[in-house]
């Protein structure tokens, strides 16, 4: 994850400067690179143990709406994360979004990161049975598709909702990094 957000930090940061403040790419850049120095100099035994320390480590170093969205994700997600099968994947995804739902409180349709995760849970719940790898790969191809959705939405959530009818026809950065996220868990689980 760490090496797809540095090899997409400056599109990330164009597509927020298109509709927010052009920091989402430095932002996550800021948080992945600290994920990787806290996970080098920590002994995590444990999948759970891992995402909670990306978890806080996301939390106190990303600023901005998406540090603790993505922080809370990434907690809710290691709970019952014990053992590492397609159904236990699916149900991580699934309490993943529901603690990004928890606290930004939005919907499929507000031209945010849950219009690229949610679709991605319902994949990854179809094919549940499956191994990791399918239950993942799923849950990225329905995330690309649920990124470029925002595309035309007009943004009800956060910076760009500020922007009104002006925030549609552009790509949400959340609702793209959080597809280039499910993306590289793909790719790590098929290799
Ligand atoms: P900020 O907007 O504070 O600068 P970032 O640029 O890092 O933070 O993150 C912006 C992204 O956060 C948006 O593109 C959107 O996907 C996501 N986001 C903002 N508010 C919410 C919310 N209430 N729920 C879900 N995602 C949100
Ligand atoms: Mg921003
Ligand atoms: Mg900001």
Not at 103 to 115: F, H, P, Q, Y
Not at 146 to 167: F, M, N, Q
């Amino acid at each position: 994850m760490a090496t797809v957000v540095a090899a997409h930090r400056d599109e990330l940061v164009d597509l927020d400067r298109m509709i927010g403040d052009g920091d989402h790419g430095e932002n996550l850049k800021r948080g992945f690179d600290a994920v990787v120095s806290a996970l080098d100099s920590s002994e995590v035994d444990t999948p759970a143990n891992v995402l909670k320390l990306v978890a806080k480590t996301l939390i106190s170093k990303v600023g901005g709406a998406s540090g603790p969205l993505l922080g809370t994700a990434f907690l809710r997600a290691a709970s019952g994360l014990d053992e590492v099968d397609g159904a236990s994947v699916a149900a991580a995804l699934r309490a993943a979004l529901d603690g990004v739902v928890a606290r930004g409180k939005a919907e499929v349709g507000d031209k945010t990161m849950v219009d690229a995760l949610q679709p991605a849970v319902e994949a990854a719940e179809a094919v549940k049975d499956k191994s990791v790898a399918e239950v993942l790969a799923a849950a990225a191809a329905a995330a690309e598709t649920g990124a470029e959705s925002t595309i035309p939405l007009v943004a009800r959530k956060g910076r760009a909702s500020y922007l009104g009818e002006r925030s549609a026809g552009h790509l949400d950065p959340g609702a793209r990094s959080t597809s280039l996220l499910l993306r590289s868990l793909a790719d790590s689980a098929a290799a």
